[in-house]
């Protein structure tokens, strides 16, 4: 079992406007060399520049197996991330958030591939896929809005849903997404990869 402690190293923001992603110039990042939670945040809805720190760009080149659906208790997992996600709207009076299938495929293979690159990004190596409105897309749900957080972070089983949206919940960006009261679908995706470090995608999505 993990029992590594999770705590904040930083936050990423994709600026997004209408249907495509708008990313804002940056510094070449920096490698990454630790394994605590670094998350990222994407809207359709504007977001306001410098609220949440500059924008993260593709990081290109990186060869990647086809992604695959995840199996083993994954599905246990996200039932828990979806039961802090929800328990976090209520104390807002926002309604819950139920699973949509497409929405729940689309996360879950995104989760994969963040594994395989080992790393956290809103833009897919696959062409068709590049953005998360085409990754919806292609698995056959449509929204009039949505939006798309990402963690990579390092947890017991046990404790991960409670620090993942506590990770979340104190990240303006990401917090936004999760307590918008116009979003009723979502799809959650997580994958433990060979690093030993869990990445999980949620996608987010209005009724229509």
């Not at 609220?51 to 992604?67: K, N």
């Not at 997992?77 to 139920?98: C, H, K, Q, T």
């Not at 292609?138 to 929204?143: C, D, F, L, P, V």
Request: with cysteine.
């Amino acid at each position: 079992m993990f029992s590594i402690p999770s705590r904040i190293l930083a936050a990423t923001v994709v600026f997004v406007v209408a249907c495509g992603v708008t990313p804002r110039p940056e510094p070449a990042p920096s490698p990454n060399t630790d394994t605590d939670t670094v998350a990222g945040v994407a809207t359709d809805r504007p977001v306001t520049p410098g609220a949440e720190g500059d924008g993260v760009a593709a990081r290109g080149g990186e060869g990647i197996a086809p992604p695959r659906m995840v199996v083993a208790d994954a599905q246990k997992l996200m039932l828990d991330v979806l039961g802090e996600v929800n328990a976090s709207r209520a104390r807002v009076g926002a309604r819950p958030l139920g699973i949509d299938p497409g929405l729940l495929r689309a996360a879950r293979r995104y989760s994969e591939e963040l594994a395989a690159r080992r790393l956290i990004s809103h833009v897919s190596l696959w062409p068709d896929r590049r953005t998360f409105r085409q990754r919806i897309a292609a698995e056959g749900a449509r929204a009039r809005l949505a939006g798309e957080n990402l963690a990579r972070l390092t947890s017991s089983p046990e404790t991960l849903a409670k620090n993942l949206v506590d990770a979340w919940m104190r990240s303006p960006g990401h917090r936004r997404n999760l307590l918008d009261p116009a979003f009723s679908r979502t799809g959650i995706g997580v994958t433990l990869g060979d690093d030993g470090v869990w990445y999980v995608t949620q996608l987010y999505a209005t009724p229509d």
